[in-house]
């Protein structure tokens, strides 16, 4: 488990994200960066998870010490992704700071395990959350239940800010 949560952010969104709030993520992250936190973990699922990693990534130039991790469900996870996500999701890897692979294979909790290492090692999360059910719903209620500040950045009145 992460030994820095007090710097830390996680990552949760729904894998339909098409870009729609990268220059609100970029702000969101550089205003959690000015507030101390340096450590910023994603989940590797095609959507936010990937947008996240490289939003981070690409902000690495102007904020010093910033670092990614790579929670990765099972070995093997990005078979069934696009070429394309496949690609990014390599490129995540080789770019990381870090890299945990959660189990060697796939089985029928796995990503509920990821879930539950992202919010139990953070102290906060951005998330990119429209309301339906899924992991991304599981996600945020687990924070919100933990006590952990969640920052939802879809655009929706009722959804903004938890």
């Given at each position: 488990?992460?030994?820095?949560?007090?710097?830390?952010?996680?990552?949760?969104?729904?894998?339909?994200?098409?870009?729609?709030?990268?220059?609100?993520?970029?702000?969101?992250?550089?205003?959690?960066?000015?507030?101390?936190?340096?450590?910023?973990?994603?989940g590797m699922a095609v959507g936010?998870?990937?947008?996240?990693?490289?939003?981070?990534?690409?902000?690495?130039?102007?904020?010093?010490?910033?670092?990614?991790?790579?929670?990765?469900?099972?070995?093997?996870?990005?078979?069934?992704?696009?070429?394309?996500?496949?690609?990014?999701?390599?490129?995540?890897?080789?770019?990381?700071?870090?890299?945990?692979?959660?189990?060697?294979?796939?089985?029928?909790?796995?990503?509920?395990?990821?879930?539950?290492?992202?919010?139990?090692?953070?102290?906060?999360?951005?998330?990119?959350?429209?309301?339906t059910a899924g992991g991304t719903?599981?996600?945020?209620?687990?924070?919100?239940?933990?006590?952990?500040?969640?920052?939802?950045?879809?655009?929706?009145?009722?959804?903004?800010?938890?």
């Amino acid at each position: 488990m992460n030994d820095d949560k007090a710097i830390t952010v996680s990552f949760t969104g729904h894998r339909t994200y098409g870009h729609e709030c990268d220059d609100d993520l970029a702000a969101a992250i550089e205003r959690l960066y000015c507030g101390g936190c340096r450590v910023f973990m994603t989940g590797m699922a095609v959507g936010f998870d990937l947008a996240a990693g490289e939003c981070v990534l690409s902000l690495r130039g102007r904020l010093y010490g910033i670092r990614l991790v790579c929670v990765v469900p099972f070995r093997g996870q990005e078979r069934g992704f696009s070429p394309g996500d496949r690609e990014r999701f390599d490129r995540l890897l080789r770019e990381a700071d870090s890299v945990v692979v959660l189990a060697e294979e796939y089985f029928p909790a796995v990503y509920r395990l990821r879930n539950d290492y992202l919010v139990d090692g953070a102290s906060a999360v951005v998330a990119y959350y429209d309301g339906t059910a899924g992991g991304t719903a599981y996600t945020v209620a687990r924070a919100r239940r933990s006590g952990i500040p969640v920052l939802n950045l879809y655009k929706d009145g009722q959804l903004e800010l938890f």
